[in-house]
Structure formats: C-alpha cells, structure tokens
C-alpha cells in the first residue's frame, strides 16, 4: 500500500539550533515529493519540492530536503531555525499521478 | 496575483444543520481542489474539478456532501446534514492544469459541528 509517514508529530528545538523533520514513503511507482508549511489559521504554502534531478533540494526560508530512493525518504532540513519557522510542516508524495498524499503533519515549536 | 479566495473562515453549525463554503481559485486555473483536513492529520482531496467537470470525487462523502463549479471559476461545497465527524478545516486549492507541484491553497474554513 502506498502511504506517507512523518515520524514525529511534535519537534521542539531550541532558537539558532539545526532541525531534521522526517519523511518516508511507501511506493512501487515513481514518486513526486514535497514538503508544506501551515502557520496557524493559515493555508499550506509550498516550501520545496523534489520531481527530479539532484537529489538535495533547496527551498524557502533556508530549508532543504534530500532525497533518498533506497531508504524512500525525503527528510527535511535547517541548519538554524528561527522564532518565525514556529509552524506545522508537512510532507506530501505523488505516487504516480499528479494527485497529493498528506502525511499527518510535524508541529516544529522554536524555543528562545 | 490575488491568491485562492475561500469563504466565510469560521462557521459553527448544529449536527444536522446544512453548510455551505465558497472558493475563487486564482485567476486562470482550471484545475480546482476541495481537501478536508480533520485535526491532527493532513488534508485529504474530497473533489478535484477541472474546469466545470468532476476529475475524482472517489473520497467525497456523496450521501451528505456535495459540491459544483457550474461556470468553470468559484466552487461551492455543501454539507447536508452535518455530523460531529465534519468538524475539520476545508481547504481549497487551485492549479493552472492538474499538475501537483503547482497547487495554491487558500486559507480555509474552520467548521465547528456542535
């Protein structure tokens, strides 16, 4: 079955500190792949996205992903996070259309 | 360039009320999205439109929920009757053909069923 899972659902890292929110995926099909940004009472904005090419990606606000086809990951990272990037982060996967599959979201609370 | 408008942003009904949410995609973009997203989980596509015609609505809860894009621009969905289950944010978004790397959400709508 194809899915998507984000294996933390809370992160809290403390203000200036690196953060990695993490993404895997199930699939036998190619897949497009995508992480999201939701600040409260806000709707999703595309931070990155991976449809092929290099596998490390870089997107808004600093952030980056890379993906990994043999450990079917798309793991997102910052080197030092901000007050600003308090927000639900979420990664998405096309598995061989063009429709979105949502994992369940990680809740990354920056701490001062 | 005005983004995916959705009204109204919060709504509080009673189970077995009816409700109705609107969405104007972005000038332009065929392609038109209605997601639930319950609390605590990602969005889940309900119904994707591409221009005035139904694309999948395999997810939509059809005995209650219904939705149209009868000009090919706004899109309403309509619950009828609501259940407790409902309570969730509805997202809209839309893209210029239906491709998935493209999609611009709006802000969404709040439902509370009480």
């Known amino acids: 079955a194809q899915s998507v899972t984000q294996l933390d659902s809370q992160v809290p890292v403390f203000e200036e500190a690196p953060v990695e929110l993490r993404c895997n995926y199930s699939?036998?099909?190619?897949?497009?792949l995508f992480w999201y940004v939701q600040y409260p009472n806000q709707g999703l904005q595309l931070l990155l996205k991976?449809?092929?090419?290099?596998?490390l990606v870089k997107g808004i606000n600093g952030f980056e992903a890379e993906f990994n086809k043999s450990q079917t990951s798309f793991h997102l990272r910052k080197p030092s996070v901000h007050i600003s990037d308090t927000a639900e982060y979420f990664c998405?996967?096309?598995?061989?259309?063009?429709?979105?599959?949502f994992g369940k979201g990680t809740k990354l609370s920056v701490i001062p | 360039e005005a983004g995916v408008a959705q009204s109204p942003r919060y709504k509080i009904i009673e189970k077995r009320q009816s409700v109705a949410f609107w969405c104007n995609p972005i000038?332009?973009?065929?392609?038109l999205y209605w997601y639930q997203q319950i609390l605590g989980q990602g969005p889940k596509l309900l119904i994707q439109?591409?221009?005035?015609?139904?694309?999948?609505d395999s997810q939509l809860p059809k005995d209650r929920f219904s939705a149209e894009r009868l000009k090919g621009v706004d899109s309403t969905l309509k619950i009828q009757p609501a259940k407790l289950e409902d309570s969730a944010v509805y997202l809209c978004?839309?893209?210029?053909?239906?491709?998935?790397?493209?999609?611009?959400f709006g802000p969404g709508t709040r439902l509370t069923v009480l």
């Open positions: 978004a839309s893209s210029f053909y239906k491709r998935a790397d493209e999609q611009f």
């Open positions: 699939s036998s099909v190619s897949v497009y």
């Open positions: 991976y449809l092929s090419g290099s596998t």
């Open positions: 998405a996967v096309t598995f061989g259309s063009y429709q979105l599959t």
């Open positions: 000038s332009g973009h065929a392609t």
């Open positions: 439109f591409q221009n005035n015609g139904v694309v999948d």
